[in-house]
């Protein structure tokens, strides 16, 4: 600790170069942060997933649909005590470009099923009681500007819902109460699509609720041999294993993000580690003489990464809190639909940090060990 | 400017090490540039690869892909009997109606399904993609439970094989030839009979028609046809345009994340740039000194030095492009959000994104330079050349 006021006065010798580096570590920690928020905004749909959720799909794929009448053999499935359903709606808003997801749900089951999706009471009523009412996540409705009591038309997407547009009226705005449920959906009566869709009573999924998590792929697999060898067969999932399905579908996330990280810790190392070396190259003499006063090898490698290390972590600090202001959905106002809650969080500001303390340490090694090695005679010799 | 330049570009081997590392930093910038830029042209080049300037597709008004668009039956007869269509050399129209589903196959990687697109197809499909080629197997014959697949689709789905057969649509399939297609997106695909692919899917019509134009320029009147048709709510594209439409989406968020990650990594790069070449002038204090008292002007001082970093710059921007290189024709997948099925492409890095790493590696070194290059420039001669 005595020698803090040494490092804090090598490390500001060279005050310009000093801030450079410091910066070239915070942008290294900020974009490590910015990566790691996206990352952490898909595990955080999965980790969130109810353990006691599971949704029955076609087996051929999500696109297909299966009939109506699938809904009374899964409610009598073992194990299951509640069961709804949804279809994707898939409708245009204004513009192709304006993408948010629609579904088509069965309105009280579907609320009783994700008690996520939070309404105030008279909401709640409000859309139970109209047909042709909708309600919206409070993301989407902060970018268009939804209120409660608008009229909204969508225009159909798919063929199946006929060539009409479609009229809703916006009946709640809700606050999504856990990474299952993103804010940025709207749902609908599964009713009024249906009555305009050909063939008709067709379900895109059904999720159904168990009694005890432990048993859900049993039960899983019930429901699916119960529709084994039918021309709607079925494939059964975890509401886990089926999000971390859906994700992976976007390709492979954490080697892209990771490599991305690796070349960033490395430009910075390169940066960082140049700077030392500057900085022990200025100081030969000094080293030199501080050698001869007595000071051990050791002290003088000490010291060396010190200073790496306290530039490295200032500039740390400051990217990791930088990422933090910055780097969250609101600020950016990223409405992509898949990712619910985006931000930095204190595990990744720490991270950051210890990554920044990595990088100081590492850049300083090199530099340090040729300090630590000087010949004395030669260094007091040459001349600056 | 020779001798001055000439004295910038030696002083930077002075100083070996640091300038290896500046250039060092500067590649690895350049190396993620070229990358993720060679992502973004790859998924691309495969969908454009798609679509050739001599077809048309057709799809209901204002459907955005096959997917969600729908032709009826009773519509191809008239499209067939269009003069703009070309006619193959026994008068067969070179139309062919497609249905596209989206089926669910396990990935080779981890096992996890992925969305495979399931083209059904009519009968001169070959004849109008002509540069799809068999690497194994034959067609499948109409009228039969054969399919074709994709190169790609062997390499990244399990069960995929010539000879094995695949379960969808409630009935198995037998997988008898796959095709290439110059690295276009159909190589994920698999195709069979339309008319087989209707019943098993439960669809009763077609999603779009393609067709192969007698030539290029018949495609305003084949629009102005179709259009002037009450019967035809479609609306044609040249096939071309209606892929590089479909890459868009994606093509664009994958350009974005590049572009966002190597503007924020360029920046540490540059500050890298900026410590260099602070300390380079600071070393040659004296010498720039000398070259001031023998008459050089200020502004040649500050082009020599910006060169000097360029140079540096450059020369890291080559090792970065030659670092990314051997990503080149590496094959990868990625969803395409407009049809939402995954779509294997390669890396394609081209003459035209090396050059643009390199200019961007000299912009880098450009912006490091310019204030060094200015300091150095307004020391003044006396103080210069008292300077040890």
């Known amino acids: ?384 | 400017m020779g001798l001055i330049t000439n004295y910038n570009l030696r002083s930077m081997t002075v100083r070996r090490g640091t300038a290896a590392m500046t250039a060092m930093g500067i590649a690895m910038v350049v190396a993620v540039f070229v990358m993720t830029m060679a992502i973004a042209q790859g998924f691309r080049g495969a969908l454009v690869a798609s679509g050739s300037n001599e077809n048309a597709i057709l799809l209901r008004k204002g459907a955005t892909s096959e997917t969600v668009s729908g032709v009826l039956r009773s519509q191809l007869p008239i499209i067939e009997a269009m003069p703009q269509v070309a006619r193959a050399s026994d008068g067969h129209p070179l139309a062919s109606p497609e249905l596209v589903v989206i089926i669910a196959l396990p990935r080779v990687t981890d096992g996890a399904p992925a969305n495979v697109p399931v083209r059904g197809v009519g009968p001169l499909a070959f004849e109008i993609r002509n540069t799809l080629r068999f690497v194994e197997g034959r067609r499948f014959t109409p009228g039969t439970r054969e399919i074709n697949v994709g190169r790609q689709a062997v390499t990244r789905f399990r069960g995929v094989a010539l000879g094995n057969e695949l379960k969808f649509g409630s009935a198995s399939w037998k997988i008898v030839g796959i095709f290439e297609a110059d690295g276009a997106s159909f190589e994920s695909e698999v195709w069979g009979d339309v008319d087989l692919m209707q019943p098993a899917f439960q669809r009763n019509g077609y999603q779009s028609v393609t067709l192969k134009l007698v030539a290029p320029s018949a495609f305003d009147t084949l629009q102005s046809t179709i259009g002037g048709d009450p019967r035809l709510d479609l609306k044609g594209y040249p096939e071309q345009d209606y892929y590089e439409g479909q890459s868009e989406t994606t093509g664009t968020l994958m350009r974005i994340f590049g572009i966002f990650v190597t503007t924020i990594l360029s920046i540490g790069a540059v500050f890298g740039a900026m410590n260099t070449m602070y300390a380079a002038v600071a070393y040659r204090t004296r010498e720039i000194g000398t070259l001031r008292a023998l008459g050089f002007s200020r502004v040649r001082i500050v082009a020599a030095f910006l060169v000097e970093s360029v140079a540096l710059a450059l020369i890291g921007g080559a090792i970065g492009c030659i670092l990314a290189l051997p990503v080149h024709g590496v094959s990868t997948g990625a969803l395409n959000m407009t049809s939402f099925t995954e779509l294997a492409f390669k890396f394609r890095i081209t003459p035209a994104l090396l050059a643009l790493g390199m200019v961007f590696s000299a912009l880098m070194g450009a912006v490091g330079g310019l204030l060094p290059a200015l300091r150095a420039a307004r020391i003044p001669v006396a103080r210069a050349l008292r300077e040890i």
């Not at chain 1, 090898?297 to 060396?304: N, P, S």
């Not at chain 1, 990088?359 to 040729?370: E, Y």
């Open chain 1, 1 to 384: 600790m005595k020698f803090l006021g040494l490092v804090l006065k090598s490390a500001s010798r060279s005050k310009r170069r000093t801030a450079l580096t410091m910066m070239s570590v915070a942008v290294a920690v900020f974009l490590f942060g910015a990566l790691r928020a996206i990352l952490d905004g898909f595990d955080a749909v999965a980790a969130a997933s109810s353990a006691t959720r599971i949704v029955t799909i076609r087996s051929t794929s999500m696109i297909f649909s299966m009939p109506v009448s699938h809904t009374e053999v899964i409610r009598s499935t073992p194990g299951v005590t509640d069961v709804t359903w949804a279809n994707w709606f898939g409708g245009i808003y204004k513009d192709p470009k304006n993408f948010f997801g629609q579904f088509a749900v069965d309105p009280e089951s579907y609320l009783r099923m994700y008690p996520e999706i939070q309404l105030t009471p008279d909401e709640r009523k409000a859309f139970l009681d109209d047909r042709t009412g909708c309600i919206v996540g409070d993301g989407i409705a902060k970018k268009y500007g939804f209120k409660v009591g608008d009229r909204m038309t969508l225009q159909v997407g798919i063929p199946t819902y006929g060539s009409r547009d479609f009229d809703f009226t916006i009946r709640g705005v809700y606050h999504a109460g856990g990474a299952a449920v993103d804010n940025q959906s709207m749902m609908f009566h599964w009713k009024y699509a249906d009555e305009r869709s050909t063939p008709q009573g067709q379900i895109g999924w059904y999720v159904s609720r168990v009694d005890n998590p432990d048993r859900a792929v049993q039960v899983a697999k019930t429901i699916d041999d119960k529709f084994a060898n039918s021309p709607y067969e079925t494939k059964t999932d975890t509401e886990q294993a089926f999000s971390a399905q859906f994700a992976s579908m976007l390709g492979n996330l954490n080697l892209l993000l990771g490599s991305v990280a690796l070349a960033v810790v490395i430009t910075t190392l390169f940066v960082a580690g140049n700077t030392m070396a500057m900085s022990v190259r200025e100081r030969t003499t000094e080293i030199a003489v501080m050698r001869t006063l007595g000071f051990p090898a050791i002290t003088i490698f000490l010291l060396v990464v010190g200073e790496g290390l306290v530039v490295a972590v200032v500039g740390g600090t400051a990217g990791a809190l930088l990422s933090r202001v910055i780097v969250n959905g609101e600020a950016l106002g990223l409405t992509g639909g898949f990712i619910p809650a985006f931000g930095v969080s204190n595990a990744n500001v720490a991270a950051g940090l210890a990554l920044s303390a990595l990088i100081g340490m590492l850049a300083a090694l090199i530099p340090a060990s040729t300090a630590s090695r000087l010949k004395i005679v030669d260094a007091l010799r040459r001349v600056a």
